[in-house]
């Protein structure tokens, strides 16, 4: 967990992002909060996150990392 004992962050990652990175953090937050603006409650977010978690522009992009290399 990120967060000590007393309450605070052990480490500020988003600290550390280079320009694409923020702008694609920002991105993400933008769509998780589209998201949450259209729905209304709790558990309509969870099941729109989980249905939208399944969606992919482009799934194939990571199969690679899924193979086991010998």
């Known amino acids: 967990m990120n967060i000590t004992d007393a309450g605070k962050r052990r480490a500020r990652f988003h600290q550390w992002l280079n320009e694409d990175g923020r702008s694609m953090l920002i991105h993400q937050l933008g769509r998780v909060q589209g998201l949450m ?34």
């Not at 558990?43 to 194939?60: E, M, W």
């Not at 990571?62 to 010998?70: A, K, P, Q, V």
Request: proline share 3%; with cysteine.
């Open 37 to 70: 603006e259209m729905c209304a409650n709790i558990d309509d977010f969870k099941a729109a996150a989980r249905k939208q978690k399944n969606v992919s522009i482009a799934p194939y992009l990571f199969d690679d990392m899924n193979r086991i290399i010998d």
